[in-house]
């Protein structure tokens, strides 16, 4: 870790691990899930909802009027997702909110409050974090399997992955994704509206399908969407940090925010300091253990 600069920043760090070594594993944790849902959606536009058995068996319908653009359009989704998953993981830095955002950007506005996550805050973030990843997972188990599985799959995630991330990662992914967690929620449901508008209006003319099946599912879209987008910044940090977890601790932010309260450190904006440089400068002298210590 770069020990010479000023600031420690969580949202910058990932390069320790490697550039392309961390790179290539974000590719891969966005190529699976993508590539699931993916298929999910194609299982749903030949053979219908839930009809997995009978795509993988063969059992198509013939591909021709509506289920032929519904091939079409569910395939031309599937590209358009990887290729938007494979951009945001392969490109030098991930999308972050910018600075002279005022509505959108807390760089420049960050408090003791934002670090504390008790109470209201953190069933705030864990309902998001939940309901995002409970109802992609929900999603395309449903797309694949049918309603019953749908939805067991997605309460079971939804409540693992609510409670897990955010006790565990809750801290990192705030400071790593340069948003309030309150926040989060505003852009997933703004995405979730403008979704549903599009699912509503497309789905009859493209689809033949209602527009109520349009609104529902270009909405939960939407959601799912959005968090995973304004995730991009988290999944590179906390990938960074599983390929460099013999030289930092995977909770960097926890460790970071327990140096603060111990004297060590300072919060400037979104990063940390050295309280005392010469702490700083003997760190960067020590160097790191060596292999026989």
């Known amino acids: 870790m770069p020990l010479s600069g000023r600031e420690v920043v969580l949202a910058r760090i990932w390069p320790v691990a490697g550039t392309w070594r961390v790179r290539i594993a974000h590719l891969f944790v966005h190529t699976v899930p993508l590539a699931f849902f993916s298929l999910a959606c194609i299982i749903a536009a030949v053979c219908g909802p839930g009809h997995a058995s009978d795509f993988f068996t063969g059992r ?9 653009t519904r091939f079409w359009v569910a395939l031309g989704l599937s590209g358009a997702l990887l290729a938007a998953g494979a951009y945001f993981a392969l490109r030098y830095w991930p999308w972050m909110p910018p600075t002279h955002w005022p509505r959108l950007a807390f760089a420049q506005r960050r408090t003791q409050g934002l670090r504390s996550r008790r109470g209201q805050r953190r069933i705030v973030s864990g ?27 997605g309460a079971v ?50 689809l033949d399908y209602s527009w109520t099946t349009g609104l529902a599912f270009g909405g939960c879209f939407g959601f799912v969407l959005g968090f995973g987008f304004f ?29 603060r309260k111990a004297g060590l450190m300072t919060i400037s904006g979104v990063g940390f300091q050295f309280r005392h440089q010469e702490l700083q400068e003997w760190i960067v002298r020590k160097g790191p253990p060596s292999a026989s210590v």
């Open 127 to 153: 309902l998001e974090i939940g309901s995002a990843i409970g109802l992609g997972v929900g999603m395309a188990v449903m797309l694949a399997f049918g309603w019953t599985p749908g939805i067991a799959a």
């Open 60 to 68: 198509w319908p013939s591909l021709t009027g509506p289920t032929a």
């Open 157 to 206: 995630v939804a409540a693992l992955f609510g409670w897990f991330m955010e006790a565990k990662v809750g801290l990192d992914r705030t400071l790593s994704g340069n948003f309030n967690p309150t926040f989060f929620w505003v852009l997933d449901t703004l995405w979730a509206a403008i979704f549903a508008g599009l699912g509503a209006l497309l789905f009859p003319l493209l």
């Open 231 to 259: 995730l991009v910044p988290w999944l590179r940090y906390i990938t960074a940090m599983t390929l460099a977890r013999n030289k930092l601790p995977w909770r960097l932010a926890a460790f970071l925010d327990w140096a």
